[in-house]
């Protein structure tokens, strides 16, 4: 079998097929040098199906007001934006109260762990990890400044790209008030048992803060199952615009002491919401979760009607075809660019639990040249830290960073054979 057919075959029993998907998305039709453009961007940032365009162009054009005022835009606008959240609640697994919107993932979590900080002080402690996005390192090491609270950090291992689990165990102590943890890493693709840790941190009577930033486009949700009680991510990862999203616990939110003006609302949600939103950009992203609940063929989501289990069993149908068909694609991947010389890969193999994400240097090849390189022949990858400055450190290349590639819902088997041929060029 090839592994076009592998890849379409992973996919075909219960979401659209790639092809169907790639028409949604006019970024596709890109033509650079000659070449159609491949995006293996998608870690740093995905492409936008029509849908999500066409919502907030229509909210703009058609429903534009500010909120809680009594004239039908302005009651169109809190309609949306309830759904908005109802949406993000299937997304999540969780109630609409508790969804809060804010500008992306790493505003909000400085907001939070403000908010949060209040109550601590110099006997308090935040684990964090090396393996983090600095989004849920930086606003949390701003509370030893801010407050005197003791930062530990978990050491990752860097032959495989995992936490360091004995390490976690140790920070975690009864001075612990939270756990910073990343569902998967931006960098390496590792994805990291949360639920584990969440078990280890409310064991000492911690809480638990998750960035799904990049687990968001690759996995369902379920916080729940996590045992979180706060959760971020960014809807611009997954196929919607720049805007972040914020769950928490309502009781939680309902009480975390956090930066807001006396006349705004005071009950969750809105009390994280401060000031005025980009109501086009929270449509949008909700446009999002629709899109991806819509790649479920229609038998797999006609027993509900377009009730909340039936989105939720379309989300988890779509997730887990995706999430088949990216371990093929990986697979392609990590094993085509482990053939070539002076080539080196970092992070989880394929077959343990990972996102279809990986990173690669190459000798004698800065990773800018190899990013150049590919660009040119409509490879469109990124290369750095990403944000992942202590990862890309411990692992010895933070003069240049590496080179990522990810595979998003609309990559296919002939762009990653376009991508290891021209790698193989190099």
Not at 307 to 336: C, H, I, K, M
């Amino acid at each position: 079998m090839t592994t076009t057919a592998a890849a379409d075959r992973a996919t075909t029993e219960t979401i659209a097929s790639v092809r169907d998907i790639r028409r949604q998305f006019p970024a596709l039709e890109r033509i650079h040098n000659g070449r159609p453009v491949a995006y293996f961007d998608g870690p740093g940032g995905t492409q936008v199906p029509r849908s999500v365009v066409d919502a907030m162009a229509d909210y703009l054009f058609h429903h534009n007001a500010n909120t809680h005022w009594l004239y039908p835009t302005s009651e169109e606008t809190d309609a949306l934006l309830l759904r908005a959240r109802e949406r993000f609640a299937d997304f999540f697994n969780a109630s609409s109260d508790e969804i809060a919107f804010g500008q992306n993932m790493t505003t909000l979590t400085f907001h939070l762990a403000r908010g949060l900080g209040r109550e601590w002080g110099a006997d308090d402690e935040v684990v964090v990890t090396e393996l983090d996005h600095h989004g849920n390192v930086a606003p949390w090491r701003a509370l030893a400044k801010e407050r005197g609270v003791t930062i530990r950090t978990v050491k990752m291992n860097v032959a495989d790209g995992r936490l360091d689990w004995r390490d976690l165990e140790r920070q975690i102590n009864p001075k612990t008030r939270l756990v910073a943890i990343g569902a998967a890493s931006n960098a390496l693709g590792t994805i990291t048992d949360v639920r584990g840790a969440a078990e280890l941190a409310h064991a000492a009577g911690a809480l638990v803060f998750v960035d799904a930033v990049h687990f968001a486009p690759h996995e369902a949700i379920d916080v729940a199952e996590m045992g979180c009680d706060f959760l971020a991510c960014s809807a611009y990862k997954f196929y919607g615009p720049h805007v972040g999203i914020l769950y928490g616990k309502r009781d939680l939110l309902e009480r975390v002491d956090v930066p807001r003006l006396d006349p705004a609302p005071n009950t969750s949600p809105e009390r994280l919401e401060t000031g005025t939103q980009n109501h086009e950009g929270i449509i949008g992203a909700a446009a999002a979760v629709d899109f991806l609940a819509a790649l479920a063929r229609p038998a797999s989501r006609a027993a509900a009607g377009d009730s909340r289990a039936s989105r939720r069993d379309a989300l988890r149908l779509t997730f887990e075809s995706l999430r088949r068909r990216g371990e093929v694609l990986l697979a392609n991947l990590w094993n085509g660019l482990a053939e070539i010389g002076g080539l080196t890969l970092y992070g989880p193999r394929p077959g343990t639990p990972r996102t279809p994400t990986l990173a690669f240097t190459l000798r004698g090849h800065s990773t800018d040249d190899i990013a150049r390189s590919l660009a040119d022949k409509g490879l469109f990858v990124s290369n750095g830290d990403f944000y992942a400055a202590t990862v890309i450190e411990r692992l010895g290349q933070s003069a240049e960073g590496v080179v990522r590639l990810g595979c998003s819902c609309y990559t296919t088997a002939e762009e990653v054979q376009r991508l290891l041929e021209a790698v193989r060029e190099l």
